[in-house]
């Protein structure tokens, strides 16, 4: 059995800030459940690509308001506590907050917390969880 705390993620190599959100990433890939499982605050004021092009991603809404916009038809869809959005397509995507989002996010395959947004927004792959 796995029990984790937002608390004893906080300042470890799970809690990760880049300036736009911070994501404490409560399940990885090496905690081998198939999928890994975030807590992510998107930060008010601020408008990010996203492309995830190897990994789809289930997000929940738990608190805050915002927007997605997909890249290639300027779709916008509401984000508010309460709303629930799949990136069942990998989606190329504007997320913007205009209060602090919290956010609940799934991905698979599941991160390993090492990758990092490239400069169109995609996580690369990475097959190891070392």
């Known amino acids: ?9 906080d300042g470890t190599d799970r809690d990760v800030d880049d300036g736009n959100w911070r994501s404490r990433r409560l399940l990885l890939k090496k905690d081998g459940m198939g999928f890994s499982y975030h807590d992510t605050v998107i930060r008010a004021g601020t408008e990010t690509q996203i492309w995830y ?6 997000v929940y809404c738990v608190e805050g308001e915002g927007e997605l916009e997909l890249v290639d038809d300027g779709t916008i ?3 508010k ?8 397509n990998h989606e190329n995507h504007y997320l913007r ?4 989002m919290r956010m609940v996010c799934a991905f698979n395959p599941p ?4 990758e990092v947004h490239d400069e169109e ?3 690369p792959l990475v097959e190891d969880d070392e």
């Open 1 to 9: 059995m796995i029990v984790r705390t937002l608390e004893e993620l």
């Open 53 to 58: 092009q190897n990994h789809l991603e289930a």
């Open 77 to 79: 869809y509401p984000i």
């Open 81 to 88: 506590n309460g709303t629930m959005y799949a990136l069942n």
């Open 97 to 100: 907050a205009f209060k602090d």
């Open 111 to 114: 991160v390993t917390g090492r």
């Open 121 to 123: 927004g995609v996580y």
